[in-house]
């Protein structure tokens, strides 16, 4: 047997909360939504969110960290839904 990928499949307190951030912020497409939970994907790299009161951390490993970060920051400026800065349900990008 070869393992071809792994999916992290992230605990987040609120999906709908969360998707703004995966989707806007990190650029991602979603694919799929359902009621406390989203599949996001970019390239090969796909990440499911589940709603769940855990908070484990997570790492995202690119090439390009400076590119990435300058992009994530960028976004985040963009966004205009000014909550993601202002609720304990929404994740920042140090706790992903």
Do not use: K
């Amino acid at each position: 047997m070869q393992m071809q990928a792994a999916i992290p499949a992230l605990p987040v307190r609120n999906v709908e909360l969360s998707i703004p951030f995966y989707r806007d912020i990190l650029g991602l497409t979603m694919r799929h939504h359902d009621r406390g939970f989203a599949i996001f994907h970019q390239d090969t790299v796909e990440i499911h969110l589940w709603q769940a009161d855990d908070e484990s951390p997570c790492v995202l490993i690119c090439s390009e960290t400076d590119a990435v970060l300058r992009s994530v920051s960028n976004r985040a400026s963009e966004v205009e839904n000014d909550d993601l800065n202002h609720t304990d349900d929404t994740p920042e990008l140090d706790r992903c």
